[in-house]
């Protein structure tokens, strides 16, 4: 059983940065897909960003430019750096993880951005 555990979460000033991580265990198989998502009060769940084991990413707009995804494929760990934080990236982050065939899913992390 795979099982993911976030950190880095924490309140920023809007204009600053946070790095996330998020590790697997539990699996000696490299995770073919680890991604962030977000999900803010009210709202639904949304990609941030993912990065597959060849180091193809994607990236939601509404960060392109102010995160960065990075992996480990070794110690399948994943790691979001956000910079240029904004109000609205005020959200309780998911670490996702594509092991086929399971999806697994992180307990999350709040980060909260405010002044």
């Known amino acids: 059983q795979v099982q993911l555990v976030e950190s880095g979460g924490g309140l920023v000033q809007p204009g600053g940065s946070l790095t996330l991580s998020c590790s697997a265990s539990g699996t000696s198989s490299r995770i073919y897909k680890m991604s962030w998502y977000r999900q803010a009060p009210g709202k639904e769940r949304e990609l941030v960003a993912s990065r597959i084991i060849d180091g193809t990413t994607n990236y939601a707009d509404s960060v392109k430019g102010r995160f960065t995804i990075s992996r480990d494929n070794d110690k399948n760990t994943v790691y979001l750096q956000m910079n240029s934080l904004k109000p609205e990236d005020t959200a309780v982050y998911l670490c996702?993880?594509?092991?086929?065939?399971?999806?697994?899913w992180g307990q999350g992390t709040q980060v909260t951005v405010s002044s």
């Open positions: 996702y993880a594509y092991l086929r065939p399971r999806i697994y």
